[in-house]
């Protein structure tokens, strides 16, 4: 069987991409529901569908029901809709059993970050698929592959959880690390943006030459005394203290001996 | 004085790069040394410059000349060249001081990672100057105009060691966290490259709106059960284990109460 009927439930940045990339693969959409109906409606306006803020009214009459909302409500959400549909969420982090009383299930994990306004090109994104049974897999694979993105990779919950650790450390880690820069800076009056061609010129070396290829600074090189200097710098705060001797420790775990 | 006739001690990747913008912008280039020979007529013929190893031979003759070397080898050569050419080094990390015997002296630090056999658009580079002089001072940010790049800046020791620890936690420790991220990914034989479109996104992200608006995940969301979870799987390294739990509270700090 073909997906080609979805409803969705949700209303924010990832149901209302997943909505638009959907519609413009010529896939019907018929029913949007959200809490708060204006924002039901307004997307449903774009993507043809019929927008409502109650869950008894959705169409059963489907291929697809995607949950793309909050993880703590996905849980109260699904046990309100009809055994028989065919259910997917859109979390990294809520396991597959969420659904176990349902037929067919499964999870359409896209590995990126969303952002109000902002329309995401669907196939630069990695979709992970799990579900409870090999034909429904199949049918997801298919569904992702012909209207989303080509990054499909089917990922049980251990798979998809180490995904998500990585994406901790290197993503949410690294935007906070963005956040101390800032912090830094303003107070010699600096803007952020100075450190912008440095950070895209890195990030690009590290995932063409690796980021082992691309580590510098003093803590690679063994600099103690910029190091110190450094910690006296920051002397005042001590979790970022706490925070540059461990991430010392941790480069220097690179330094081939 | 208008700076025209310049030579350069360094024959790697700053250099290189420095040379060649410089060449290209109608500069003279007089002398390029290496301790290597041929590295340094390697350069030297593609800018129509002399090599040489010899710093007795480097002409006197010239505006400026920059030392683009590693570090620790500034202060033993700055000490072989005569007092009255006029010279900068382009570390972010050495002070001005190294030079106090010279006559005109100064600092032109690229904010920029130069990565082997890859040219930079030196136009996307900020570069700060400090001098010993405001008449050598006007002369090297005209110099940097016209020449390399309008992303001139003027900054003392103390701004450029702050902007110098700003780059250390937003570029170094991001570098080192993507290589957490790619050794967690080994462990289940996935690529690093699965998180590159979540990486360029949340940089864009943290660059247009600030970075504050990018922090996802669990320690912004307070979601202490995928956190709990998230330690138990990396448990058997005490490193990362540390570098969760600091960054968790570190990234906890931006939660509005």
């Known amino acids: 069987m073909k997906i080609k009927k979805v409803s969705i439930i949700g209303a924010g940045n990832v149901a209302s991409n997943l909505a638009l990339a959907l519609f413009n693969s010529d896939i019907e959409i018929v029913n949007i529901y959200a809490r708060k109906i204006d924002k039901a409606k307004n997307i449903a306006r774009q993507v043809g569908a019929i927008g409502m803020d109650d869950l008894k009214l959705i169409n059963p009459n489907i291929d697809l029901l995607i949950i793309a909302v909050k993880d703590d409500v996905i849980e109260a959400l699904q046990a309100e809709i009809l055994c028989s549909i065919p259910i997917v969420h859109t979390s990294g982090s809520i396991p597959l059993s969420v659904f176990s009383r349902k037929e067919k299930y499964g999870i359409l994990y896209p590995l990126q970050t969303f952002t109000k306004g902002k329309i995401i090109d669907m196939q630069k994104v990695p979709f992970l698929i ?128």
Do not use: C, W
Not at 147 to 168: C, E, W, Y
């Open 130 to 257: 799990e579900t409870n049974a090999i034909d429904f897999e199949k049918e997801l694979v298919v569904f992702v592959n012909e209207n989303l993105s080509h990054q499909v990779k089917v990922a049980n919950s251990d798979i998809r959880g180490q995904i998500h650790l990585a994406a901790v450390f290197a993503n949410n880690f690294t935007t906070e690390l963005m956040v101390i820069a800032k912090e830094l800076l303003l107070k010699e009056q600096i803007d952020l943006d100075i450190l912008k061609p440095l950070m895209l010129e890195t990030i690009d070396k590290s995932f063409s030459l690796g980021p082992e290829a691309a580590l510098t600074g003093p803590a690679i090189r063994n600099d103690q005394m910029i190091m110190q200097h450094h910690l006296n710098k920051i002397g005042e705060d001590q979790q970022l203290v706490e925070l540059y001797k461990i991430m010392s420790t941790l480069i220097q775990r690179n330094i081939k001996t």
